[in-house]
Nanobody
């Protein structure tokens, strides 16, 4: 069984910073892409950033230059450093990990979500 545990959300003023973490644990054989998505109230879940196991990163245009995704393969953890936060960044942030469990086929796994609220 595989678990993803997120941490680091909270309330921050506009212009502030937060860092999210997502740790994968359990019966993992290998990890491919790790990434972040977000869902604002009454909106569809949207892509934020991804980091492939080959070292390639991709960002949504709305966060380029402000957010940085990184990963620590020794800890099976992905991070999202969010700087210069704006009220429109307010959302529940979900990590998504594409991994192969020790038993089974590669699949998408989602974290439980972390609320990020940007407000003065």
């Amino acid at each position: 069984q595989v678990q993803l545990v997120e941490s680091g959300g909270g309330l921050v003023q506009p212009g502030g910073s937060l860092r999210l973490s997502c740790a994968a644990s359990g019966s993992i054989f290998s990890i491919n892409t790790m990434g972040w998505y977000r869902q604002a109230p009454a909106k569809e879940r949207e892509f934020v950033a991804t980091f492939t196991n080959g070292g390639i990163t991709n960002y949504a245009d709305s966060v380029k230059g402000r957010f940085t995704i990184s990963r620590d393969n020794t800890k099976n953890t992905v991070y999202l450093q969010m700087n210069s936060l704006k009220p429109e960044d307010t959302a529940v942030y979900y990590c998504k990990v594409v991994l192969r469990p020790r038993v089974g086929v590669p699949s998408n796994y989602w974290g439980q979500g972390a609320q990020v609220t940007v407000s003065s």
